[in-house]
């Protein structure tokens, strides 16, 4: 039986809402499988600028620095800060991200039958997608400089700089390629080689990497023609791995084939190991909501198979997140719908009574 420590950061706007569920469901797993989880909240994102001057502190780094594994909310959202404010919610994410080393974003995209119907496209597209997207997420754009507007006597401009060393697009590359080798030993390296220099580099790193891998069939594909292949036949997909930007615009993208934006996890994860497993983020991909914050209408299945991944992950407990997950399919299948998956035949619940219906699977109560 194990003792793991878990820093909390629940965010801004549906954020704590959702982190809630997810903390409930570690706690029930904690009951069933007689492990011990101390879960340490600290704030972060709007809330934390408000109380404590900037969105993340360096005592709430210090906390994730001690701890296991971060499960994260969502921070940010419409009206919470200014953009010309000189501390911004988002901050917070790219410290953690750049401070933890945390260089690879997985976002796992999978149909279940009863979802379909959530959906805007045809049954039969959607039917037994099972993907995986590789983001790299500390390079490119979000962390180029110079990033900003000029002001000049003709009038503003602005820029915004793209970089990528050969190291970065090897490591995230490497690691796209072992995954792709433990499921259906296919990669799909996304970029814009035709127009940007950064890609090109990309696409010539991950044709050198791709020789250490016979075993895995490899093709490129321009970030445009696999915005429109991810709608028009989603089942060619196995592992996608693509650069910061891309990624973060795909895989919204690619939530609408699950239903909603509520039912996509991630995790983020760096070269640190712990005594238990790979370090890591957990956050789900949607942001904070702000028009449905407070009202318990948030979908906190996300969440909750964001702290699955982080069980199997960073705790290296394999049987437990499968319990979790199994716990979220049997909600689904028994019918219980948040409004986002309301589309899907079902019964709509609230968040609360959506996380507690996965907490008596988890418990072994239903």
């Known amino acids: 039986m194990g003792t793991f420590t878990i820093a909390v ?17 570690i706690q029930a797993v904690g009951t069933r499988f007689g492990h011990t989880f101390t879960l340490r909240e600290a704030l972060v ?26 499960l994260f909310g969502a921070v940010g959202g419409a ?32 149909t279940l039958p009863e979802l379909l119907s959530a959906s805007t496209l045809k049954r ?20 180029g400089k110079p990033s900003e507007i000029r002001e000049g006597e003709g009038g503003a401009s602005s820029v915004d700089t793209m970089v990528y060393t050969e190291a ?14 433990e499921r259906r030993k296919s990669l799909t390296s996304v970029d814009k080689a035709n127009v940007l220099s950064c890609s090109r580099l990309w696409r010539r790193v991950a044709d050198r990497v791709a020789a250490e891998y016979p075993d895995v ?9 696999c915005a429109m292949a991810l709608i028009r036949q989603p089942r060619d997909f196995d592992v996608i791995v693509t650069e910061n930007m891309f990624g973060d615009i795909l895989t919204d993208e690619a939530s609408m084939l699950a239903g909603s934006m509520g039912m996509l996890p991630s995790a983020s994860l760096g ?16 942001g904070t909501a702000p ?58 619940v609230s968040t609360r009574e959506m996380g507690a219906q996965v907490v008596a699977r988890i418990a072994g109560a239903r």
């Open 217 to 225: 069939t490899l093709r490129h594909l321009l970030v445009d023609s």
């Open 168 to 181: 970065e697009i090897e490591r995230i590359v490497h690691y796209a390629f072992e995954l792709a080798r």
């Open 45 to 70: 994102g709007q809330a934390a600028i408000e109380a404590e001057g900037e969105a993340i502190s360096s005592e709430t780094m210090a906390l994730c620095q001690r701890s296991d594994a971060v």
């Open 291 to 348: 028009d449905i914050t407070g009202q318990s209408k948030a979908n906190p299945l996300a969440a909750i198979l964001s702290a699955a991944l982080l069980l199997r992950y960073s705790l290296s407990l394999t049987d437990e997140a499968h319990a979790v997950e199994a716990a979220v399919r049997g909600v689904i299948a028994a019918g219980y719908r948040t409004p986002d998956i309301a589309g899907a035949r079902g019964r709509v």
């Open 79 to 110: 009206g919470v800060g200014r953009p010309d404010a000189k501390a911004q919610p988002e901050n917070a994410l790219f410290r953690l991200r750049k401070e933890l080393a945390l260089f690879a974003n997985l976002r796992p995209v999978r």
């Open 9 to 25: 950061l629940g965010g801004d706007g549906i954020g704590p809402e959702v982190t809630a569920e997810a903390m409930a469901a």
């Open 271 to 286: 070269t640190r190991q712990t005594k238990h497993g790979q370090f890591g983020l957990y956050e789900p991909i949607h």
């Open 124 to 143: 039969e597209t959607l039917r037994g997608v099972d993907m995986l997207v590789v983001r790299e997420l500390t390079g490119g754009l979000y962390y």
